[in-house]
T-cell receptor, first 113, second 115 residues
Framework: SQQGEEDPQALSIQEGENATMNCSYKTSINNLQWYRQNSGRGLVHLIL?????REKHSGRLRVTLDTSKKSSSLLITASRAADTASYFCATDYSNFGNEKLTFGTGTRLTIIP | GAGVSQSPSNKVTEKGKDVELRCDPISGHTALYWYRQSLGQGLEFLIY????????KSGLPSDRFSAERTGGSVSTLTIQRTQQEDSAVYLC?????????????FGPGTRLTVL
């Protein structure tokens, strides 16, 4: 089954630095979403980018989408200790839109104070 | 307003027993989703409801798994004759899903442990 793949699997950076995570997928999508998960429980939606969009911003987050390369990146600028979490990309490639999301295995981000 | 809620938050059961997991979606959300997350893994899609019907059950791993939704609201995921490999966090999400891309809002999950 299709699955997004995040890269890297784990990332540790100093507080204040920028963090970049990448996601690759295999087939055409309707949209791609990024989620954050703390302590292995509920997911928090960060940002959704549609297949006809190339870049979106939300606060300290910037997401890009390159459909020709089937890849997306999430940039967190000026990282904070509270950004420590796992980050997942999720793709919607269903026929009718928004039926199910296919998640990658995630990037574990650690911000070192 | 209130977010997606799930109960119980934790469930420990013995192998072979049946369990029921409950999800209360955000009021007004027509779509409801169940996912499963094993330790250290990404989320695995189980089933999707639009209203009370389930157009996509493709993710249910075996016939021991079933789900229903009543009144276009609450959903119950039932696992019969639980096995140790069923141990995971079961996450529910809901969205407006009016045939367009929309955000899925997740509940806190139910951590199921099968001994």
């Amino acid at each position: 089954s299709q699955q997004g793949e995040e890269d890297p699997q784990a990332l540790s950076i100093q507080e204040g630095e920028n963090a970049t995570m990448n996601c690759s997928y295999k087939t055409s999508i309707n949209n791609l979403q990024w989620y954050r998960q703390n302590s292995g429980r509920g997911l928090v939606h960060l940002i959704l980018i549609r297949s006809n969009e190339r870049e979106k911003h939300s606060g300290r987050l910037r997401v890009t989408l390159d459909t020709s390369k089937k890849s997306s990146s999430l940039l967190i600028t000026a990282s904070r200790a509270a950004d420590t979490a796992s980050y997942f990309c999720a793709t919607d490639y269903s026929n009718f839109g928004n039926e199910k999301l296919t998640f990658g295995t995630g990037t574990r981000l650690t911000i070192i104070p | 307003g209130a977010g997606v809620s799930q109960s119980p938050s934790n469930k420990v059961t013995e192998k072979g027993k049946d369990v029921e997991l409950r999800c209360d979606p955000i009021s007004g959300h027509t779509a409801l989703y169940w996912y499963r997350q094993s330790l250290g893994q990404g989320l695995e899609f189980l089933i999707y409801f639009q209203g009370n019907s389930a157009p996509d059950k493709s993710g249910l791993p075996s016939d021991r798994f079933s789900a229903e939704r009543t009144g276009g609201s609450v959903s119950t995921l039932t696992i019969q004759r639980t096995q140790q490999e069923d141990s995971a966090v079961y996450l529910c999400a809901s969205s407006f899903a009016n045939g367009r891309a929309d955000t899925q809002y997740f509940g806190p999950g139910t951590r199921l442990t099968v001994l």
